[in-house]
C-alpha cells in the first residue's frame, strides 16, 4: 500500500515538474540559508575564540575608557580615543605585572620597491611579542636598543612580507612608511584572521619611532601580562584601584581608563556571537516559511485537481487515510528533494567562504539536524490543511465537480 501511494505521488509530481522544482528550489534555499548563515556565525566565533585564547588567559589591556557590555556607537561621545605614553609607566616594578607595554596602533601605507600594501603600523616596546605571542619566522624582533636609540628598524607580519617581498628574504632591505626608511630586521609566522581582519598584516615599529612618524605623542592600550600564580579578576581590580587613586578618580564612576581581561572579552565576544546567530536564524526562517506557504499553495492546486479522481477512489473504497497519508507524501518527497539540494549549497558557499578568507571549514552536525528538522515541520506544516481538505471531501460532491 505505501509503496503504492510512494509510487502515485512520484507520478503526479513528475506531471507538475515544474511546479515541483520551484518548491523544492524554495525549501533548498530556506535550508542552505540555516545551514550556511549559522555555521558561518558558528565559524567565526570558534575563530575569535582560538585567536583570543592564543593571547592567554593572563593577559589583561588597559585602554581609553569604554563598557564592553555597551555598543561602541552609544559610547563614541563618551570614550576618550588615546592615553598619554606617561601612562605605561605606572606599571614598572608593579609585582602584579610581569611584562607590559604601550602600544600604538595606527593605519598606513608600507612601501618597497614600487610594491605598496596597506597596513597596520604597531608601535610598542619588545614585551609585546611575548604579550602577543607572535613567532619569529626569521630575523630578531625588536630589542631595548631599538627602543632606547629610537631606530628606524621594523618587524614584519606574514601578509605584509608576502605582498611587499613575494619569494625574497625581507631582511636587511629597508622598507617606507610615512615617508621614511625602515630596515627590516624580523619576520613574524602566520598568526591567522578574525573574521576580515589580517592579524598578520602588522608592522612592528619601536614606540618613539611610530609616535614621530604619525606626530601622534599617545598610546590607544597597554598591554600587560601578570604571572600564572595571581588570579587575573583580582589584578584586574588591583588596576582598577590603584589607577584610580594615580588618576584620582572614582574606581566605580569614571570614564578616563578601562581594564579588562582576555576572559571577560572572550565572555563579551562569546554573547555577541550568541546574538548575532540567533538573528540568523530569525532570518533565515523566513526564507523555509515563504516555502511552506509553496508547498501549500502547490498542494492545494493538486487537490483541486485531483477532485474528481478522489471522488471516484473514495466512492470504491478508499479510506479518507490513504488519502491523506497520499498527500503527506507528495510533501515530503518535495521537502526532502529541497533538503537535499539545500544542503549541497550551503556546504558548498560555506567552503568557499572558508576557502576564501582563511578559516577552519568546520559545520556542526547540530546545525545540520536543526535545518533538516525545521524545514521538515515546516513543510509538513503547511502540507497538513490541503491534505486534510482532500481526505474530508465527500464522494458525491467530488464526482459532481467540474
Not at 135 to 157: C, H, P, T, W
Not at 188 to 198: I, N, S, T, W, Y
Not at 282 to 308: D, K
Amino acid at each position: 500500500m505505501l509503496k503504492h501511494l510512494i509510487l502515485y505521488s512520484l507520478r503526479r509530481l513528475r506531471l507538475k515538474m515544474f511546479g515541483t522544482f520551484l518548491t523544492v528550489l524554495g525549501v533548498a534555499i530556506g535550508v542552505a540559508n540555516i545551514v550556511a548563515l549559522i555555521s558561518v556565525s558558528e565559524i567565526a566565533r570558534n575563530q575569535a575564540m582560538k585567536l583570543l585564547t592564543e593571547l592567554g588567559a593572563n593577559t589583561i589591556f588597559v585602554t581609553p575608557y569604554f563598557e564592553l557590555e555597551e555598543s561602541p556607537f552609544q559610547q563614541s561621545g563618551v570614550a576618550a580615543t588615546a592615553l598619554p605614553t606617561s601612562f605605561a609607566n605606572f606599571f614598572e616594578g608593579k609585582p602584579y605585572v610581569e611584562k607590559f607595554t604601550p602600544i600604538l596602533a595606527l593605519p598606513a601605507y608600507a612601501g618597497y620597491r614600487g610594491r605598496r600594501v596597506f597596513t597596520n603600523v604597531i608601535g610598542a616596546y619588545p614585551e609585546i611579542f611575548e604579550i602577543r605571542p607572535y613567532k619569529l619566522e626569521a630575523g630578531r624582533f625588536l630589542d631595548r636598543d631599538d627602543i632606547e636609540n629610537s631606530a628606524y628598524v621594523s618587524v614584519l607580519g606574514n601578509t605584509v612580507r608576502v605582498k611587499l617581498f613575494p619569494g625574497e628574504n625581507p631582511i636587511g632591505e629597508f622598507i617606507v612608511v610615512k615617508g621614511e626608511r625602515y630596515r627590516v630586521v624580523g619576520t613574524l609566522q602566520e598568526k591567522g584572521r578574525l573574521g576580515f581582519e589580517d592579524f598578520d598584516n602588522r608592522i612592528f615599529l619601536p614606540l618613539e619611532r611610530a609616535q614621530s612618524a604619525f606626530k601622534f605623542p599617545y598610546i590607544h592600550v597597554v598591554g600587560i601580562k601578570h604571572p600564572q600564580s595571581l588570579n587575573t579578576e583580582d589584578v584586574v581590580e588591583k588596576i582598577k584601584e590603584e589607577v584610580s587613586a594615580w588618576l584620582g578618580v572614582n574606581k566605580d564612576d569614571q570614564d578616563d581608563f578601562q581594564a579588562f581581561s582576555m576572559k571577560e572579552l572572550t565572555k563579551t565576544a562569546n554573547e555577541t556571537f550568541h546574538i548575532f546567530g540567533v538573528i540568523l536564524l530569525a532570518v533565515s526562517s523566513i526564507a523555509l516559511i515563504v516555502a511552506g506557504i509553496g508547498i501549500m499553495n502547490v498542494m492545494l492546486m493538486s487537490v483541486v485537481e485531483q477532485t474528481r479522481e478522489i471522488g471516484v477512489r473514495k466512492a470504491v473504497g478508499a479510506k479518507n487515510s490513504s488519502i491523506l497519508l497520499q498527500f503527506l507524501i507528495e510533501a515530503f518527497i518535495q521537502v526532502f528533494l529541497g533538503q537535499l539540494l539545500g544542503l549541497i549549497i550551503g556546504f558548498t558557499g560555506v567552503y568557499i567562504l572558508c576557502l576564501k578568507v582563511e578559516w577552519d571549514f568546520w559545520i556542526s552536525p547540530k546545525t545540520v539536524l536543526l535545518a533538516l528538522l525545521f524545514s521538515f515541520v515546516v513543510g509538513l506544516a503547511f502540507a497538513i490543511i490541503p491534505a486534510w481538505r482532500a481526505a474530508k471531501m465527500l464522494p458525491v460532491n467530488s464526482l459532481r465537480y467540474e
